[in-house]
């Protein structure tokens, strides 16, 4: 065996041994060590190789690995290993060039080939060791959902979710040890889900809203989505802020003077894997983030007790940062010496000392100055007349890339 593929991140399924290839039952034969959990080592029982279990906590695997680096080593993964399986996580620490991966088909193929549904079309989604709130910006009618699931109450959790939100007429169908011998399906409505299921499953849902329901858009959400004590960013003003900040899968926002929470939650719905990070000093207006949060299917927005600069200091460095309170120059310098490169800034203010240092800010490191004026229809006895809000200047600018 290569030294330099000495490690084995082997994709199995229901059916054991039978799922793989022979070049992929050779390696498994030769294998010194080999890792798995207790329903991969079930699935191969003739294997002669030491049997380890995944350790607890599951970052422990990686040391193990290590120590084990050139000898011949196994970790069984489920389907596919690069998707939402352990496969990602070891090639975060572990150089891909020493790791061979033996995928199979993955659980979302075959739900989709179960469910006659097109992948292309399908969002895939995983709640397993997350928490579930976090399908709800996925939630629109006609939409389909393939979920890898946390247990055998994965489904009744989910059908909850969809009542409260309106969608209890969806479609629910648990597919149980798909490709083995105990295959089996069980078919539902969100509404009165009323079956017990096993605990390794993938949950297909299709999205269908009641009649009255008011789904909620993906991006631009209305200010009433929002539980604030009245200080958070305008619905139109937010629209605008996001489309500065251009959120990104993946990327890491500070919200600095989170507030309620409305922008880092925009920003993570606005794109798949998005992270953020609050930074609020204020108790009342952290629960209001983190009741927002919940409510809106971003359970991992991070908050932090600091304020700004001195609570920047020990953040992972933002791709963007949004300054919606409390800014001075010095929370601008720490912000922006701590910005990844080619990484978004924007700086909202609405008093004239605030609009002031945006533009000396601006004179000195240039971009882009907007004022904008937002006015809503409102009752004036029976008739109807505008209500203007507060003025607000924003400022944004992006930073430079390093030089190759």
Known sequence: ?????????????????????????????????????????????????????????????????RDLRGRRVVVFATGDPLWYSVGARIGRDI??????????????????????????????LTVHGRPAEQIIPFLRPGQKMLILTQGHDSPREISSILRDRGFGPSRLSVLAHM?????????????????????????????????TAAPLPRFGLPDSAFVSDGNMTKQEVRVVTLAKLAPRRGALLWDIGCGSGSVAIEWMRAARDARAIGIECRADRRALAVQNALALGTPGLKLIDATAPEGLADLPPPDAVFIGGGLTRAVFEAAWNALAPFG?????????EGEALLIALRSEFGGDLTRMAVARAKPVGSLSGWKPFMPVTQWSLTKGGCAP
């Open 179 to 211: 490709g083995g011998t105990d295959e089996v399906r069980f078919d539902g409505m969100a509404s009165s889900w009323p079956h017990d299921v096993p605990d390794f499953h993938t949950l297909a849902v299709e999205c269908i809203a009641e009649e």
């Open 1 to 65: 065996m290569s030294m330099s593929k000495w490690l084995h991140i082997i994709g199995i399924g229901d059916d054991g041994l039978e799922s793989l290839s022979a070049a992929t039952r050779s390696v498994l034969a030769d294998a010194e060590v080999i890792f798995g959990a207790a329903r991969h080592h079930a699935l191969t029982p003739s294997l002669k190789g030491e049997r380890r279990a995944w350790p607890s906590p599951f970052n422990a695997l990686i040391d193990e690995l």
């Open 344 to 352: 978004r800034l924007v700086a909202n203010a609405v008093t004239l």
């Open 95 to 124: 150089d891909p060039a020493e790791i061979l991966y033996h995928p199979q088909l993955s659980a979302f193929q075959l739900a989709a080939a179960r469910m006659g549904w097109s992948l292309a079309n399908v969002e895939t």
